[in-house]
Nanobody, 118 residues
Framework: QVQLVESGGGLVQAGGSLRLSCAAS????????MGWYRQAPGKKRELVAT???????NYADSVKGRFTISRDNAKRTAYLQMNSLSPEDTAVYYC????????????WGQGTQVTVSS
């Protein structure tokens, strides 16, 4: 019943911006942390950013200063604002959320394609 619904991916030119959203639903319990991973063809899935329920943030070095992750706890929704995009950011972006009760369990979104043209 738990699902993560992603939106906001698309095609953008280099230097542009996109805002991804991820809404977690299907549980009365909270999710901590929530975040985003990405995977380019032929590469391993890698961490982009995470945010805890108290607002602590973690970013991959490659996106620091360009991406901002945030969350609305009431809506159980995470956001990823991506600025100054480059072709190196092209990947499928997956929302991630850990359900903290009754025991820790990880969930993943279906993925949304982000393509940055030169």
């Amino acid at each position: 019943q738990v699902q993560l619904v992603e939106s906001g991916g698309g095609l953008v030119q280099a230097g542009g911006s996109l805002r991804l959203s991820c809404a977690a639903s299907g549980s009365i319990f909270g999710f901590n942390p929530m975040g985003w991973y990405r995977q380019a063809p032929g590469k391993k899935r890698e961490l982009v950013a995470t945010v805890t329920s108290d607002g602590s943030r973690n970013y991959a070095d490659s996106v620091k200063g360009r991406f901002t992750i945030s969350r609305d706890n009431a809506k159980r929704t995470a956001y990823l604002q991506m600025n100054s995009l480059s072709p190196e950011d092209t990947a499928v972006y997956y929302c991630y959320a850990r359900l903290v009760s009754p025991w820790n369990r990880d969930y993943w979104g279906q993925g949304t394609q982000v393509t940055v043209s030169s």
